[in-house]
């Protein structure tokens, strides 16, 4: 292999560009987006028959009846992407296996509570049990975040912000799944730049997997939800990419001297924080309670209220998303070929999704 090309996978993450690694996570990464692609309009069909559809309003801005079950196809894609990889190539898949597994199943049972929530509604306190079990299954998993302050209070301390973090990423990413495409994109452009960020350490190779697998899911899923939508992710699958972003981003390699410390893991996120905690201090400003008050008054609804398509709402804050990611890399001092790489995948597969949808009409 020529000398350039081995220096340039290896400031992409590749540690050994003979080995089979590398390969592995490509696969995962196409087949998640093959399989989420071919998957969901099976799965439209079926949620239309048997009824598992949206009204419009609320913070949602689709009108009529939309199927609310793109989650379940998403689910489909990550997990079916993952067990081919490990049927392929069972040696590398085998070494981060408890990792994956923790992962997959706080996710699994996130996606089966909102699928639920999603269907017949449940309470704020009920879903905030779950994703607090959640939460708990990933921090005696080891996906959790170090706080190295606080004596003998640093145990509860990591325990805390892992709760913190794991629930409110959850939470923010359902809550900016108001527009067709948005979740879906920032989703998408957060797994890839973590994806990319991740590979630069062995010890995270099972974010790295997880990471491939939810950015082709994302890809493969987009094709179906960019607007106009043909149906909806649902808050399972909000629920699901909310839990398995937040737990990848801090799988193995975040140790906290302050609470500030954490903030070039939260730059990867930036959209979905920055809109709930908006709307979170707005609501408690206007004496409502910010858990059981949805409305229209996230940066998506203030945007299209002034005057912005939904086009081009969903453009600019995949374009803020996709700045803060690149910010995250470069604070983390990423080689310049890794934010070259995440910009460009970024962008081209988001530009891929979108010329489809528009054929497609």
Excluded: C
Excluded at 41 to 67: K, N, S
Excluded at 254 to 277: E, R
């Amino acid at each position: 292999m020529p000398l350039a090309l081995t220096r340039l996978l290896h400031d992409l993450g590749v540690a050994d560009p003979a080995g089979s690694g590398w390969k592995v996570v490509v696969l995962v990464f196409l087949a998640a987006a093959l399989i989420t692609w071919r998957f969901t309009p099976r799965v439209r069909a079926f949620a239309l028959r048997v009824g598992w559809a949206d009204e419009g309003g609320g913070r949602r801005m689709h009108t009529g009846r939309l199927p609310n079950a793109g989650g379940l196809a998403v689910y489909a894609g990550v997990v079916g992407a993952l067990v081919l990889a490990a049927v392929l190539r069972p040696i590398v898949v085998d070494r981060v296996l408890i990792q994956l597994l923790t992962i997959l199943l706080g996710g699994s049972l996130l996606l089966f509570v909102g699928f639920l929530d999603d269907q017949f509604g449940l309470s704020p306190g009920f879903r905030l049990g779950v994703q607090t079990l959640a939460a708990l299954l990933a921090y005696a998993g080891g996906v959790r975040i170090e706080a190295a302050f606080g004596g003998f209070l640093a145990p509860g301390l990591s325990l805390a912000l892992t709760w913190l973090w794991i629930v409110g990423i959850t939470n923010a990413m359902n809550l900016i799944d108001g527009l067709d495409g948005l979740a879906g994109g920032i989703a998408y452009l957060t797994a890839v730049a973590l994806l990319f960020a991740s590979a630069q350490f062995p010890s995270r190779a099972a974010a790295t997997l997880v990471l491939a697998a939810l950015a082709g899911a994302a890809l493969g899923f987009l094709r179906h939800n960019l607007p106009p939508s043909r149906i909806i992710m649902g808050d399972a699958g909000a629920y699901f990419f909310g839990y398995v972003l937040a737990s990848a981003a801090i799988l193995g390699y975040v140790k906290v001297t302050t609470v500030f410390a954490l903030v070039p893991v939260a730059l990867f996120l930036a959209v979905p924080i920055l809109d709930t905690s908006l709307v979170f201090v707005r609501r408690l400003l206007a004496g409502k309670n910010p858990l059981k008050t949805p409305g229209r008054d996230h940066l998506h609804h203030r945007l299209v209220a002034r005057g912005l398509s939904t086009w081009r709402t969903v453009v600019v804050l995949w374009g803020v998303s996709l700045v803060a990611d690149l910010l995250a890399l470069d604070l983390q001092r990423l080689p310049p070929a890794a934010l070259a790489a995440t910009a460009l995948l970024g962008a081209l597969g988001l530009a891929f999704v979108s010329w489809r949808r528009g054929r497609a009409g």
